[in-house]
Antibody, heavy 125, light 107 residues
């Protein structure tokens, strides 16, 4: 059964740090891009970051660039999000998602086909 | 601009057809994807690429696009289709962007 399980969320003070983990099972983890997406309370989805299957290519949203670092351990089927200098606006449910980058003709497309249930991060004093 | 624009809310009568649209320059170069999210649940992809539908997604869901607009059509909407729908696309920068979401109400 294809599954993603996030962990590591919690309550942290502004300026603090947290590391989220996402453990994959049921598929060959090293074959897939992986993505972090977050959702603030009552708000829409916000893409945070993604990493290529080998770990050589990463991208970050401007809102987290320089503060968050994505990493992965393919031997342990795990994805991580290291979050530093946390702000109140980082409060959200954080989802990890299995992702695919494909091409059809001249067009590329990127999509997230398996999602975890999410882990909640609350930044508050 | 890499932004994606969606109508905040759309309603449809039970059994009727509804189209949810998403506008953005990224669609001129990339195909997008659509996600359904019900309260308290993680998103689920319903359409990706030109018009692919994952296994397990009912065939009443379909996707299309033209120019800078991507569309999700539900033909014969059911009560269980009431949810938030988000479009997404990869931008030329390599970043990924989501639309603001459309709340679908089935009357």
């Amino acid at each position: 059964q294809v599954q993603l399980l996030e962990s590591g969320g919690g309550l942290v003070k502004p300026g603090g740090s947290l590391r989220l983990s996402c453990t994959a099972s049921g598929f060959t983890f090293s074959d897939y891009y992986m993505t972090w997406v977050r959702q603030a309370p009552g708000k829409g989805l916000e893409w945070v970051s993604y990493m290529s299957n080998s770990g050589t290519y990463t991208k970050y949203a401007d809102s987290v660039k320089g503060r968050f670092t994505i990493s992965r351990d393919n031997a342990k089927n795990s994805l991580f999000l290291h979050m530093n200098s946390l702000r109140a606006e980082d409060t959200a449910v954080y989802y990890c998602a299995r992702s695919q980058l494909e091409r059809e003709g001249y067009y590329y497309f990127y999509y997230m086909d398996v999602w975890g249930k999410g882990t909640t991060v609350t930044v508050s004093s | 601009s890499s932004e994606l624009t969606q109508d905040p809310g759309v309603s449809v009568a039970l059994g009727q057809t509804v189209r949810i649209t998403c506008q953005g320059d990224s669609f001129r170069s990339y195909y997008g994807s659509w996600y359904q999210q019900k309260p308290g649940q993680a998103p689920v992809v319903v359409i990706y690429g030109k018009k692919y539908r994952p296994s397990g997604i009912p065939d009443r869901f379909s996707g299309s696009g033209s120019g800078n607009t991507a569309s999700l059509t539900i033909t014969g909407a059911q009560a269980e289709d009431e949810a938030d729908y988000y479009c997404s696309c990869r931008a030329s920068s390599g970043n990924v962007v989501f639309g603001g979401g459309t709340k679908l109400t089935v009357l």
